[in-house]
């Protein structure tokens, strides 16, 4: 039996902050300092393709919160998660995805699950809401740039929805992909927003990695669905690996026979390998991964760096990786 | 329209005074942004990584006015406003400022003063090298900036002054090496900075070309 519970109640501070923040953004930028690049951005807004259209609005999920998947770290207050992103489909800057994804529209929506599998399955965003139980956990989350965060997300694991595919023995890796909608993403239209990567954004995992307990399907944060910027209506999390692994928006899943390519390998193959499992041995050629600055309240005066943990900590998945040189295959 | 034309035909000399007001305005516009940032810093009013807004907008500030003080030069030239050099060694001295805070704040809020990371990464990493350098050269150029020792240091003084385009060329390299693609803000300020550049491309060119 499914065991629901009300929905995370909000603290008064991490409801309001996010306008708050946006107004101080406002505040820096009109002043003129912040860089020449909002000038590329207030053209973009100048199209005004959005200004019409309905916001976003996080609606409560029901779900069971995880006992076994979580933590006792301060969580990253929901005004950070949702104001600081890479999502380059919405521009390059932090505040980018969180300014420019609020009309994006996750309803109707479908995600296929294809390749080589004995049933193919389509989901709309009903299915995706109610096939499944979805559980609230709090996993870290181990951004490749060094800095990081705790996050209650709320979904359901991934090998429940390969498993409903039935793979065949041939599949050996997951590929995923995001939404290409360039009348949607502005980062799709026009290279000098969308960073010059290609599109449409994909990943992928090992087929053991996909079916790990720990690997998550989010729909929610913090007891809502998740917001644009955060991969509405579904996206992927690996809190092993580094974030960008963890693909937003996720509209194709494909069970291959080999190792698919991935967007960030793609581009720098060097700076970022396939398997990205978080590794403070590891350095990214420009900086070290050694340790972290981890998001949380408060200001410059009040920042934690902590060192990072091999697989950010979930050491469950080393067996994944035995007898494998992960200097290597970063 | 008059009013240009009469602007044009005689040169705006500012008296004594309105050159001090108009530094003081400066000052207190530089020194004034410094202020907001460091409060909404301090408070967790800049985002959702207080860190890194600060980083950035001392870095991009920093460069922003360094790219201003060469365009002043040029503009000297053509406006009929020739109070306008008098006032970029004080904006030269807040690209070292800016820079030099932009530093501070990622040895301290970023890496925490763990002296070992800070020369690692100093060291190992080339887009923090290059930044690093650009700053040393920065602080030789401060150093420098008074008068009196202009005039000891005669022809030398100009010779070390003219690293000011090494350190706007490594302030771009630095800046563009630091992000994760190409294609992204950097890229206009290389741009910006290739315009203001042209004038004295232009005449670099015709000083090296032997005439006929």
């Known amino acids: 039996m499914k065991r629901f519970s009300p929905s995370q109640t909000f603290t008064d501070n991490q409801v309001t902050d996010e306008k708050v923040f946006q107004d101080r953004r406002r505040v820096l930028k009109s002043l003129g300092f912040v860089g020449a690049g909002t000038i590329l951005s207030q053209s973009a807004h100048g199209f005004g393709w959005f200004d019409s259209e309905p916001e976003f609005e996080a609606k409560p999920l029901s779900f069971t919160p995880s006992e076994k998947f979580t933590t006792d770290e301060a969580k990253t207050p929901y005004a950070k998660v949702t104001s600081y992103n890479n999502f380059y489909e919405f521009g390059t800057g932090k505040d980018d995805p969180a300014e420019r994804a609020k009309s994006f529209k996750t309803d109707p929506w479908t995600l296929r699950i294809d390749g080589l599998v004995k049933n193919p399955i389509t989901l709309d965003y009903d299915a995706i809401m109610k096939q499944f139980a979805f559980e609230e956990r709090i996993y870290r989350m181990r951004c490749v740039e060094a800095w990081s965060m705790v996050i209650p997300w709320v979904g359901f694991e991934l090998n429940k929805l390969i498993q409903l595919a039935s793979p065949l023995g041939s599949a050996k890796y997951v590929a995923f992909e995001t939404l290409h909608d360039p009348k949607q993403m502005p ?89 990205a499992n978080v590794n403070p041995k590891v350095a990214h050629p420009r900086w070290s991964q050694a340790s972290e600055r981890r998001i949380t309240d408060g200001g410059v005066f009040n920042q934690q760096r902590i060192a990072t943990r091999m697989f950010n900590g979930y050491d469950e998945v080393a067996p994944l990786y035995a007898n494998m040189d992960l200097a290597r295959y970063y | 329209m008059p009013f240009v034309k009469r602007l044009l035909s005689k040169p705006l000399a500012l008296t004594p005074v309105q050159l001090l007001l108009f530094k003081a305005g400066l000052h207190a516009l530089f020194l004034g942004y410094l202020i907001f940032l460091g409060w909404a810093a301090v408070t967790d009013n800049l985002g959702a990584d207080p860190v890194k807004a600060l980083i950035h907008s001392t870095g991009t500030s920093a460069l922003n006015l360094l790219l201003l003080t060469l365009l002043i030069s040029p503009l000297a030239k053509h406006l009929p406003f020739p109070s306008l050099m008098q006032c970029r060694r004080l904006i030269g001295i807040y690209v070292f400022v800016y820079a030099l805070l932009h530093l501070t704040s990622y040895v301290s809020f970023e890496l925490q003063f763990d002296w ?66 190409a294609l992204q803000e950097p890229l206009l300020y290389w741009f910006i900075a290739l315009v203001i550049m042209l004038p004295r491309f232009n005449y670099w060119f015709k000083r090296l070309t032997p005439r006929h």
């Open chain 1, 187 to 275: 980062g799709q239209r026009n290279p000098f927003i969308g960073g010059g990567i290609d599109y449409p954004y994909v990943e992928g995992l090992r087929l053991d990695e996909a079916n790990h307990p720990l690997t998550l399907m989010a729909t929610g944060v913090y007891g809502k669905t998740l917001p644009p910027q955060n991969g509405a209506p579904i996206r992927l999390v690996v809190p092993w690996k580094y974030g960008f692994k963890s693909i937003k928006s996720v509209v194709r899943i494909t069970l291959t026979e080999r190792q698919p390519p991935t967007t960030w390998n793609r581009l720098a193959s060097n700076e970022y390998g396939f398997y």
């Open chain 2, 116 to 181: 070992a990371l800070i020369a690692s990464e100093v060291i190992e990493r080339p887009y923090i090298t290059v930044g690093f350098i650009a700053l040393l050269d920065l602080m030789l150029l401060t150093i420098t900036s008074p008068m009196w020792v202009r005039r000891k240091m005669k022809r030398n003084w100009q010779r070390l002054h003219n690293s000011i385009y090494l350190i706007a060329l490594l302030a771009l390299v630095h800046f563009s090496w630091s992000r994760k693609t």
